[in-house]
């Protein structure tokens, strides 16, 4: 990461400024960002808007990221999108001073801006990466921006506390634009008020959701209706975002869900039954006691395993941590992801739920097995 937005705005004047050829909404924020971005895109769909989103992180390929309407980019159109902004991105590197080069997430970034420009959306939904202030989204001077909370997370670059972080993430909030506020912490709000924008809440929203999911539609009907300039037409929308609360099997019920900070976990807690089995596996950055004090009063069992990924805490300093903090529960370590889920389903029993949280890449691990079944809702 090489935070600045010189290279992203170079990169773009290269492929002919693609961020101004559409209106745009875009989501920060700590936790929801990506549900509320495809919820948002979904419906300004339905009401007869041609609309894309730029998503991040993927959770099994790349091409994830870049939807329009209602579908990734496939992987030839992906591909090619790619091959267009790779050679603006070697432009962009021949011209810049002490050998900068345009980074992977400039890259992309501005290949999504660039091919929704070219398949003409009305209307782009964009996540941010990290933060707001300096991430390369942060090109768009956003008509409607969405905060969907404020937490602490990756504090070595956004500063300690929430306030340092409400600041960098509502940087991107330009005098005149809509803010959709998801977040009540004082500091939060007194920042917001200071930005110039108009402030709106998420909506109200009866409909059977999970509770976090609820925060999230409601923001999303909130900045669609900013967009819009008027109230929601009744537009069902599907409430299936792939790895949150993905429902993979049956007999026992088996979910997935990339939460993967203690208030995403806490959140997650509420809507999963009491005596859920969970297979666990978080990074080494992350409060992982907090994670656990959050949802091991609603298991029945753990089975601790870890993430194909450097950082992955170990399955017995996972188990050695859950004791520490109280746990009441049987637990088990098994390092293979998939022999743990396995196992959870045996402890669960055919009434039972199982839940495979605590880290993305735990999540992209099992989905990317042979036969894993696409999102279905809870």
């Given at each position: 990461?090489?935070?600045g937005l010189e290279?992203m705005?170079r990169?773009l004047?290269?492929?002919?400024s693609?961020q101004?050829?559409?209106?745009?909404?875009?989501?920060?924020?700590?936790?929801g960002?990506?549900s509320t971005?495809r919820?948002?895109?979904?419906?300004?769909?339905?009401h007869?808007?041609?609309?894309?989103?730029?998503?991040?992180p993927?959770?099994?390929t790349?091409?994830?990221?870049i939807?329009?309407?209602?579908s990734?980019?496939?992987?030839?159109?992906?591909?090619?999108a790619?091959?267009?902004t790779?050679?603006?991105?070697?432009?962009v590197?021949?011209?810049?001073?002490?050998?900068?080069?345009?980074?992977?997430?400039?890259?992309?970034?501005?290949?999504a801006?660039?091919?929704?420009a070219?398949?003409g959306?009305?209307v782009?939904?964009?996540?941010?990466g990290?933060?707001?202030?300096?991430?390369?989204?942060?090109?768009?001077g956003?008509?409607?921006?969405?905060?969907?909370?404020?937490?602490?997370e990756?504090t070595?670059?956004?500063?300690?506390?929430?306030?340092?972080?409400?600041?960098?993430?509502?940087?991107?909030v330009?005098?005149g634009?809509?803010l959709?506020?998801?977040?009540?912490?004082?500091?939060?709000?007194?920042l917001?008020e200071?930005?110039?924008?108009?402030?709106?809440?998420?909506?109200?929203?009866g409909l059977?959701?999970p509770?976090y999911q609820?925060?999230?539609?409601g923001?999303a009907?909130?900045?669609?209706?900013?967009?819009?300039g008027?109230?929601?037409?009744?537009?069902?929308?599907?409430?299936?975002?792939?790895?949150?609360?993905?429902?993979?099997?049956?007999d026992?019920?088996?979910?997935?869900d990339?939460?993967?900070?203690?208030?995403?976990?806490?959140?997650?807690?509420?809507?999963?039954p009491?005596?859920?089995?969970?297979v666990?596996?978080?990074?080494?950055?992350?409060d992982?006691?907090?994670?656990l004090?959050?949802?091991?009063?609603?298991?029945s069992?753990?089975?601790?395993t870890?993430?194909?990924?450097?950082?992955?805490?170990?399955p017995?300093?996972?188990?050695?941590?859950?004791?520490?903090v109280?746990?009441?529960?049987?637990t088990?370590?098994?390092?293979d992801p998939?022999?743990?889920v396995?196992?959870?389903r045996?402890?669960a029993g055919?009434?039972g739920?199982?839940?495979?949280?605590?880290?993305?890449?735990?999540?992209?691990?099992?989905?990317?097995?042979?036969?894993?079944?696409r999102?279905?809702?809870?």
């Amino acid at each position: 990461m090489r935070f600045g937005l010189e290279r992203m705005r170079r990169l773009l004047t290269v492929l002919g400024s693609p961020q101004e050829r559409f209106r745009a909404v875009h989501v920060v924020g700590t936790n929801g960002k990506s549900s509320t971005v495809r919820f948002t895109a979904a419906l300004l769909e339905a009401h007869g808007v041609k609309t894309g989103a730029y998503l991040s992180p993927h959770l099994t390929t790349f091409a994830e990221r870049i939807r329009v309407a209602d579908s990734d980019l496939t992987p030839a159109e992906f591909a090619a999108a790619i091959q267009r902004t790779a050679a603006a991105a070697a432009k962009v590197d021949r011209t810049s001073p002490d050998g900068e080069r345009v980074t992977q997430f400039e890259l992309l970034t501005a290949a999504a801006f660039d091919e929704l420009a070219r398949r003409g959306v009305e209307v782009a939904v964009i996540e941010a990466g990290l933060g707001g202030r300096y991430d390369a989204t942060n090109v768009l001077g956003a008509e409607v921006v969405v905060l969907t909370n404020v937490g602490l997370e990756h504090t070595r670059w956004l500063g300690p506390t929430i306030k340092d972080i409400a600041g960098e993430k509502l940087a991107v909030v330009k005098p005149g634009a809509t803010l959709v506020l998801g977040d009540e912490h004082p500091d939060v709000v007194a920042l917001a008020e200071g930005t110039g924008a108009r402030i709106v809440r998420p909506a109200s929203i009866g409909l059977d959701a999970p509770g976090y999911q609820r925060m999230n539609l409601g923001a999303a009907v909130a900045a669609a209706k900013a967009i819009l300039g008027a109230p929601l037409k009744a537009a069902p929308i599907s409430l299936a975002v792939p790895g949150r609360l993905q429902v993979v099997d049956r007999d026992p019920t088996t979910i997935y869900d990339g939460a993967h900070n203690a208030p995403g976990i806490a959140a997650l807690a509420e809507s999963v039954p009491q005596g859920t089995v969970a297979v666990l596996s978080v990074l080494d950055d992350k409060d992982a006691a907090a994670m656990l004090r959050a949802l091991l009063p609603r298991l029945s069992a753990a089975v601790f395993t870890r993430a194909p990924n450097p950082r992955a805490l170990s399955p017995a300093t996972l188990a050695d941590l859950a004791q520490k903090v109280g746990a009441a529960i049987p637990t088990e370590i098994e390092p293979d992801p998939r022999r743990a889920v396995r196992r959870a389903r045996e402890l669960a029993g055919e009434q039972g739920t199982v839940l495979a949280t605590g880290s993305i890449y735990l999540v992209a691990d099992l989905l990317s097995a042979p036969g894993a079944r696409r999102a279905s809702a809870l």
